[in-house]
């Protein structure tokens, strides 16, 4: 005979609220609950292992993928649950792979050796033609780039030329290098606000070394998770009644 656990004891258990155990129930992240001749549920030691799955899955593949890791693992679909942790393992890797080319990026802004303007009375500022000069690029580039929202050059109020300040030229020539690298503007568009929110290059060394911090992580999130869904497949199969004997 299983060992019978109320919504309480499976709540206590994982520092959850019984409602949350019931909302998991809903969802399908927990095999259904048998019920009792009045009518509670009756939760077995399967429902604490899959719940221990899916929290275990959770820091690392994100709520939304845990949870649909579990329900196809209840559905006996395995290969579907295996399908999901493989995209999640692909995005890391993606990931890892972004930042080492922003870093990669970095390295090759070297410090400019002659100043970057050019008739411009702000010191540190240039227009579209010499600065697609300095670049090895077209002025048509420079105003895609402008559309993408990667640069943000002014217009000189006197003749409507666009005016590229230093942060303005830091972005091109970091859009530059990650285009060289061959990423997509779109993809490239949210490491140029992560440089702006940053306030800069120099305030992103933290930030990388934080992100590097944060993969990490998530990857060693991933491997706890798939130790616990391992040991949720291995004793409960989908052939599996729910009514669990223990050990």
Do not use: K
Not at 71 to 97: K, T, Y
Not at 131 to 154: D, H, I, K, N, S
Not at 188 to 206: C, F, K, M, N, Y
Request: proline share 6%; no cysteine; aromatic share 6%.
């Amino acid at each position: 005979m299983s060992r019978q656990l109320r919504p309480i004891d499976l709540a206590r258990g994982h520092g959850l609220s019984t409602q949350a155990v019931r909302n998991y129930e809903a969802a399908g992240i927990l095999p259904p609950a048998a019920r009792t001749p009045h009518g509670y549920r009756a939760y077995t030691p399967r429902h604490s292992a899959a719940l221990r799955a899916f929290l275990a899955l959770a820091p690392g593949h994100g709520h939304r993928t845990a949870a649909s890791v579990m329900q196809a693992v209840n559905r006996g679909e395995e290969d579907e649950a295996f399908r999901l942790i493989d995209e999640s393992h692909v995005q890391l890797r993606e990931d890892r792979g972004t930042l080492r080319a922003v870093e990669s990026a970095l390295r090759a802004l070297e410090p400019e050796t002659s100043p970057a303007h050019h008739d411009v009375s702000a010191p540190g500022t240039t227009y579209i033609g010499p600065l697609a000069a300095q670049l090895g690029l077209r002025p048509a580039t420079l105003r895609t780039w402008e559309r993408a929202g990667l640069v943000r050059p002014r217009r000189d109020p006197g003749t409507g030329y666009r005016v590229y300040d230093e942060a303005d030229v830091r972005d091109a020539r970091l859009t530059h290098q990650l285009r060289r690298g061959g990423y997509l503007l779109e993809q490239i568009a949210p490491l140029i606000a992560h440089v702006r929110a940053a306030g800069g290059l120099d305030p992103l060394e933290s930030a990388l070394h934080d992100w590097h911090g944060r993969l990490s992580a998530r990857g060693r999130a991933m491997l706890a998770g798939a130790a616990e869904l391992d040991a949720y497949l291995r004793r409960w199969s989908e052939r599996t009644t729910f009514a669990d004997a223990e050990p």
